[in-house]
């Protein structure tokens, strides 16, 4: 099969139709290529990217040479990486001081009580089954936001419980967890020292120092 790919170019020229399999590589390189650049870079240059590329696959013409262009490089992605880690820094500070003031207003609120370390939880259901220990473990639904509203998972959501250790998930979890009876429903306000701290899992909606709050019901003991 003949795959026709026929557009137009700024200058209203026909770029090239793909015939063969070597064309279909080329492209799909040229696809590769463009796919990784923009996922790398927020903003470049595109005649000068065309032009370098040209310029390096007929060895002419060239503006700088290999030392000097990874220099370039590696210039742009300390820099960037440096802007990045401050503003991390910056909303860091944000999201702590933003919890630790929501935390010191709701543990005055009605029914929330507050642990030793400092976990505030409400009962919204007493249980009446057994207690996990620290080595159990339980099958849950639970339905997690920010001290916003967002949410960012929730097993009530997806209709499907979760299952796990009661030690293997964060701190405010596994002592949640165990105040708590088959049955119980529970609503924790967990400070941010308690779940991701500054290292939240990558690429979601959490926030290094959020402050998370969970519903959570205890189903079973496994």
């Known amino acids: 099969?003949?795959?026709?790919v026929v557009s137009c170019n700024k200058n209203g020229a026909t770029k090239k139709p793909i015939t063969t399999e070597l064309d279909s590589v080329s492209y799909a390189i040229g696809m590769d290529v463009a796919r990784n650049v923009k996922a790398s870079f927020d903003d470049f240059e595109n005649d000068l990217f065309v032009q370098g590329f040209k310029n390096v696959l007929d060895?002419?013409?060239?503006?700088m040479d290999e030392a000097q262009a990874q220099q370039v490089i590696r210039t742009y992605f300390q820099k960037k990486q440096q802007a990045e880690a401050e503003k991390r820094k910056e909303a860091g500070e944000k999201n702590k001081a933003e919890g630790e003031k929501f935390l010191s207003e709701n543990k005055s609120k009605d029914g929330v009580q507050t642990t030793e370390s400092g976990l505030q939880y409400i009962v919204l259901k007493e249980g009446t089954g057994a207690q996990p220990s620290a080595t159990s473990k339980v099958k849950v639904h639970y339905h997690g936001t920010l001290?916003?509203?967002t949410v960012f998972d929730s097993s009530v959501d997806r209709g499907e419980p979760s299952e796990f250790g009661?030690?293997?998930?964060?701190?405010?979890?596994?002592?949640?967890?165990?105040?708590?009876?088959?049955g119980a429903k529970y609503k924790f306000f967990i400070p941010q020292d308690l779940a991701y701290g500054a290292n939240p899992r990558p690429?979601?909606?959490?926030?290094p120092f959020a402050t998370l709050i969970f519903d959570v019901e205890l189903l079973e003991i496994k």
């Not at 099969?1 to 026709?4: A, D, E, G």
């Not at 060895?59 to 503006?63: C, E, H, N, P, V």
């Open 1 to 4: 099969m003949v795959l026709l």
């Open 147 to 149: 001290i916003d509203g």
């Open 59 to 63: 060895s002419t013409d060239i503006l």
């Open 203 to 207: 690429g979601g909606a959490i926030e």
């Open 166 to 182: 009661v030690n293997q998930v964060i701190k405010g979890w596994t002592e949640g967890l165990q105040l708590m009876k088959e």
